[in-house]
């Protein structure tokens, strides 16, 4: 059975970072021919696709979120994270972890495993 499960502060304050880990059991980032994404939705919208590492350690951003995305692994843990720099309300949403056979899905149906979500808040 493979699970995901995000990590980190509900609260953030606009102009800073956001980082968020997602813990990965029953399967290995280092080894699957997967694509392991950052996906949110904010209030009221869609899904929204923000960027994905592979098993290789390449990265893929949301040409729209590029410039303020980074997406990073550590092995060892079997973790990913996202850094948002940058944050305005605009980025206040539920942030999901997700694993894909392909970038950018917009539906759920086109993940194969999610994590429970975190809601990120991003306020002064």
């Known amino acids: 059975q493979v699970r ?19 813990t990965v059991s029953g399967d290995s980032i280092a080894a699957s021919f997967y694509y392991w994404s950052w996906v949110r939705q904010p209030p009221g919208k869609g899904l929204e696709w923000m960027g994905a590492t592979t098993a290789s350690g390449s990265n893929y951003y949301n040409p729209s979120l590029k410039s303020r995305t980074s997406i990073s692994r550590d092995t060892s843990k079997n ?12 980025d206040t ?5 997700a694993r894909s056979h392909a970038i950018g899905g917009s539906k759920w149906s086109d993940y194969h495993y999610w994590g429970q979500g975190t809601q990120v808040t991003v306020s002064s």
């Open 4 to 22: 995901l499960q995000e990590s980190g502060p509900g609260l953030v304050k606009p102009s800073q970072t956001l980082s968020l880990t997602c």
């Open 93 to 97: 949403a539920v942030y999901y972890c």
């Open 79 to 90: 973790q990913f994270t996202l850094q948002l720099t940058s944050v305005t309300s605009e």
